[in-house]
Every structure is written in C-alpha cells, then in structure tokens.
C-alpha cells in the first residue's frame, strides 16, 4: 500500500545505495571502507522489511539518512583523514582530525532516537525518567559493543586496523568515543523529545504511516 512518504523513502534509499556505490570505488582502505559502511548494509535491508509493519517515524527516518551519510564519508577517507575533519581542526584549533567524535555522536544520537521510539510505541517503559535512563543505558551498551568490537578487530588485523581504529595517537580516544555516544543520546533526548512525541502520536491517531 503506498503512503505519502513511499516515494520521498524510496528517494532515500536509492540516494542511499548511490553514495554507498560511490564511496566505496576508490575508498582510501578497502577494509576500513567496508567495516565503516557495514552497518548501513544491515541497516538498509531491516528497515525496508519493516516498514510495512512497524513503519518508524519521519524525523527518525531523517536522522538514519543523515547518519549514513556521517558513516560513508568516514569509511570513504577514514575518519582520521575527512576534509571536513582537518577544517573543523584548524577552525577550532585542534591537533587532531575530530571528524571521528561526529560519527560517534551520530552513533548515541540516533540509537537514542531508536531505542526510545521502539520502547514508547511497544508500551516497554512507563515514566519519562526510566525511560530516558534505559535509552542511555542502551546507547552505552551499543557503544561499548562498537569499541569491543574495534579492539577484536585491531587484534585479528594488527598494523592494518590502525586507519579503522582512528585513534590518531590518543590514549583516550575509547573513552571519548563513549563520551560523545553519551553526549550525543543526551542531546537527542533533550532536543527532538516533544517532537518525536508528536509524530508517534499522529501516526497512532491515523493507524498508519505518518
């Protein structure tokens, strides 16, 4: 059954799978290419099976689109070599690239976003503050899943995991990597909370999606 946003989510995807096509033929590491955009390969595939019975909300939509787009650049250059990155540095007179704690944000932003709209529509939690103490705590969870899983790969690859890695010769970078996965849930939650209320409430009103 096609819905006023089949069209611009169709749109999405396609965009989607461009990009990913287009940052992976001449990626700057093809393993790090790879590791970087394979969330998005996972991703893509569940959402569209989803969609019809558990559509998710426009704004999260938005935000999954925009951190693909954070993770294929990452993956494209390597974090530690974005252009972006060495301009944020030299504006804010950094000595590192920090174009990896953006991705790192996105990675606690929108799991936030996620977790909170599949626990208030699957009446999983009641009350505002244990709500927002879950969703943290899966942000974390997801966080410190991502840096187990950076050090299984940094041991299997050696030398070679250093551009996945990113850590650019900080001690610690896993730690503000979670930092900034926190920051980042914090800021979804306090941001886009009464918003993201309004849109799960117009498409329980209207049984369909928004």
Not at 61 to 73: A, N, Q, R
Not at 76 to 94: I, K, N, S
Not at 154 to 167: E, N, S
Request: hydrophobic share 50%; net charge neutral; charged share 15%.
């Amino acid at each position: 059954m096609s819905t006023p946003r089949t069209k611009p989510l169709l749109f999405a995807s396609a965009t989607v799978l461009l990009f990913l096509v287009l940052s992976g033929i001449q990626p700057y590491d093809r393993m790090t290419w790879a590791l970087e955009v394979f969330p998005i390969v996972i991703a893509l595939p569940v959402l569209w099976m989803t969609y019809r019975r558990f559509p998710l909300t426009t704004l999260l939509y938005v935000f999954i689109f925009l951190h693909t787009l954070v993770l294929m650049v990452g993956g494209a250059y390597t974090y530690a070599r974005v252009p972006l990155g060495f301009q944020l540095a030299e504006l804010l007179g950094m000595h590192r690239n920090p174009y990896d704690k953006i991705g790192h944000f996105f990675q606690g932003f929108v799991p936030a976003l996620v977790a909170r709209e599949i626990l208030i529509r699957g009446e999983y939690v009641r009350g505002r503050k244990m709500l927002a103490f879950i969703v943290i705590c899966i942000v974390l969870a997801i966080s410190a899943t991502y840096e187990l899983i950076e050090w299984g790969v940094a041991l299997a690859m050696g030398q070679d995991a250093d551009a996945f890695l990113g850590t650019q010769g900080d001690p610690w970078d896993t730690q503000s990597d979670m930092c900034f996965a926190l920051i980042g849930a914090v800021a979804a939650l306090l941001l886009l909370s009464r918003i993201h209320d309004r849109q799960m409430q117009y498409m329980n009103s209207h049984d369909a999606v928004c």
